[in-house]
């Protein structure tokens, strides 16, 4: 299957900071990806959905100037995660779809465990 | 609204046997497609096996099959044969044939006992 790559796999942040986290498509292009976050023993809960050259499209309640999409490529979807607190600590998972007809699935990255301290 | 649900918060196996975890899911649309998904420590996603919602023939990847029921929008996952590298939590999802989106259930931890 498709390879979607995502950097970095672990991040330690201060407080107040920005990180980001970079998601790639290795051998197809995404016109689309996702952006997720889990909590422990939860389910996925999408933030939001990027398709390449357009804003970002976020879910109710995310915020947008916290959680900074960009998906300049057909290949990169980057979050920014400003000013970052303990409560932004979480998994954030990124995945794309490749497309490939009407029968596409979506590919995951390996995930970012991001602990603000 | 699009749900899915999966009542099963954790199910354990003995190795060698057969498990089937429960899905079940809300959609006004009849043109959809549903997934199974499966979560090792890992972390990483790892798609299990896939249907088509317009498709009768029910799915089956190797130890690994469904049992689709359109009418009673039930997908449940039959892994026979079980084995210690089947542990891991196995989400459900969906997504409509005209959308973007998946919609995923709560998960089902599974647990395979030596």
């Known amino acids: 299957g498709a390879v979607v790559s995502q950097h970095p796999s672990r991040v330690i942040c201060k407080s107040g900071t920005s990180v980001k986290i970079e998601c790639r498509s290795l051998d197809f292009q995404a016109t689309t990806m996702f952006w997720y976050r889990q909590f422990p023993k939860q389910s996925l809960m999408l933030m939001a959905t990027s398709n390449e050259g357009s804003k970002a499209t976020y879910e109710q309640g995310v915020e947008k100037d916290k959680f900074l999409i960009n998906h300049a490529s057909l290949t990169l979807s980057t979050l920014t995660v400003t000013s970052a607190h303990p409560e932004d600590s979480s998994f954030y998972i990124c995945?794309?779809?490749?497309?490939?007809?009407?029968?596409?699935?979506?590919?995951f990255g390996q995930g970012t465990r991001l602990t603000v301290v | 609204a699009q749900t899915v649900t999966q009542s099963q918060p954790e199910m354990s196996v003995q190795e060698a046997e057969t498990v089937t975890l429960s899905c079940t899911y809300d959609?006004?649309?009849?043109?959809?497609?549903l997934f199974w998904y499966k979560q090792p420590p890992s972390r990483q996603m790892i798609l299990v096996i896939r249907q088509e919602a317009y498709k009768q023939q029910n799915a089956t990847e190797n130890r690994f099959s469904v049992n689709f029921q359109k009418a009673a929008k039930s997908f449940s996952l039959k892994i026979s044969d079980s084995q210690l590298g089947d542990a891991a939590m196995y989400f459900c999802?969906?997504?409509?044939?005209?959308?973007?989106?998946?919609?995923f259930g709560t998960g089902t931890s599974l647990t395979v006992i030596p």
């Open positions: 995945s794309a779809r490749e497309q490939r007809g009407p029968n596409t699935e979506a590919f």
């Open positions: 959609t006004s649309e009849s043109d959809y497609y």
């Open positions: 999802a969906y997504r409509l044939n005209t959308g973007n989106q998946f919609y």
